[in-house]
């Protein structure tokens, strides 16, 4: 987006951390270049990153990534003289700019992007994203702020400035616990470390997504009641790899993450045509791609014999073996179907079709598990 440029503060003493916070390996990367490549993925043309500590290594890093360093001289003096560098060094005909502070890495790209296209129809004064009524990072601030940034004695910060413009302030809600994820301590950054690239929500962006959607309360306990079936298969099936190469089964290490935040979500989009494409659409727009593509084949699944089990049968047949929020042998669960719709042409045969298939599904598991699905997803919910 032309007129929008990022600037990532990166000065810092990192004194609570104990390790230097923009150069810890993250990603493939470091956390600089990751917040670096954020915005280069997204379009933003011109990045600027300010130094302070360690310098040289911190310009570097920055040029790899893609953007450009300016040094604060002044950087022991705190946040707010860092601010003052990367604005003085917009460019003078710059419409509006992202503020990144360089220990927030973990922002998704569908974030930034979402926050571009909300400005563009609104050119709000500032926009923040916020996650469950939280403002986070990265707002847009307007090029009319400068010069009341540039005129502040930093007392407060930049918050203080930007709460006289809160008239002309919007916030755009988002699935993104990232936005306020800062790593304070050692332990955030080894939570970052586990969780930076997942194509999957976390327990409370799958909240935030049903508030978002405005999931109804039953919907929500079936999603549970799902969830909770499908981590009793991942386990089960994670547990037996062993046993289940040594009967020459292809086999894969499933992600109890991924199993977890995809059945927690996959029948987001109930209540409009395909569903599980609509809840898989959704979940793509907020940055979890890896849940979307389990979503959206919840519906009907087909597994060759020569295939590993994934995680999107995983989450079909936990889906499949729960009726509401209650256990419910397989078979019911599509005779239920057919007494509903066997008046419309075709329905039957589609739902006997889709019915052994996933027959043959669960038949598939109950042998690599050398246990009932059915018995499992009972106990999951007893």
């Given at each position: ?8 503060p990166a000065?810092?003493?990192s ?5 230097f ?14 917040c670096?490549r954020?915005?280069?993925t997204?379009g933003?043309e ?11 290594e ?8 893609g953007?450009e360093?300016?040094h604060?001289?002044a950087?022991?003096?705190?946040m ?28 998704r ?13 609104t ?11 939280k ?6 601030i307007?090029?009319e ?13 930049l ?10 302030a ?8 990232g ?7 050692l ?11 997942i ?14 959607q ?23 099936l994670n ?6 190469r ?5 086999v ?5 993450g991924?199993v977890?935040g ?19 659409e ?17 519906f ?8 590993p ?5 995983v989450v079909?047949l936990?889906?499949?073996?729960v ?11 599509y ?13 039957e045969?589609?739902i ?6 996933a027959?043959a ?13 059915e ?6 919910l007893?």
């Amino acid at each position: 987006m032309k007129g929008l440029t990022a600037i990532i503060p990166a000065a810092g003493l990192s004194s609570r951390v104990g390790r230097f916070k923009p150069l810890l390996p993250l990603d493939g990367g470091t956390v600089l270049s990751r917040c670096v490549r954020l915005f280069r993925t997204c379009g933003v043309e011109r990045v600027v990153v300010v130094t302070g500590k360690r310098a040289d290594e911190v310009a570097a890093c920055a040029m790899e990534a893609g953007a450009e360093a300016v040094h604060n001289a002044a950087f022991e003096q705190g946040m707010y003289s860092s601010v003052l560098t990367g604005v003085r060094a917009l460019e003078p005909d710059v419409d509006a700019f992202f503020m990144l502070p360089a220990d927030i890495p973990l922002v998704r790209p569908e974030t930034v992007t979402r926050l571009m296209d909300a400005y563009s129809r609104t050119r709000s004064t500032v926009l923040y994203p916020r996650f469950a009524g939280k403002r986070g990072h990265p707002p847009i601030i307007a090029a009319e702020v400068v010069p009341d940034i540039l005129a502040h004695d930093g007392s407060g910060g930049l918050r203080t400035v930007l709460s006289r413009f809160e008239a002309g302030a919007r916030d755009l809600d988002v699935a993104d616990f990232g936005i306020s994820y800062d790593l304070d301590h050692l332990e955030d950054y080894e939570m970052a470390l586990a969780v930076a690239g997942i194509g999957y929500p976390l327990a409370d962006e799958c909240r935030e997504l049903f508030r978002l959607q405005g999931v109804s309360d039953h919907i929500r306990n079936h999603c549970r009641a799902v969830a909770a079936v499908a981590s009793a298969l991942c386990e089960r099936l994670n547990g037996r790899l062993d046993e289940r190469r040594a009967a020459g089964t292809r086999v894969v290490r499933l992600d109890p993450g991924l199993v977890l935040g995809a059945a927690l979500t996959h029948d987001i989009g109930k209540g409009t045509k395909r569903h599980e494409a609509a809840g898989a659409e959704l979940l793509r727009a907020h940055g979890f791609p890896a849940a979307a593509d389990v979503v959206g084949a919840h519906f009907d699944v087909a597994l060759a014999d020569d295939a590993p089990i994934t995680e999107k049968e995983v989450v079909f047949l936990a889906d499949k073996l729960v009726r509401c929020h209650g256990p419910v042998p397989l078979a019911d669960r599509y005779m239920e179907k057919v007494a509903m719709y066997r008046h419309e042409e075709g329905a039957e045969e589609a739902i006997l079709g889709r019915l052994g298939r996933a027959r043959a599904v669960m038949d598939r598991f109950d042998r690599e598990m050398a246990d009932s699905s059915e018995r499992i997803a009972g106990q999951a919910l007893s």
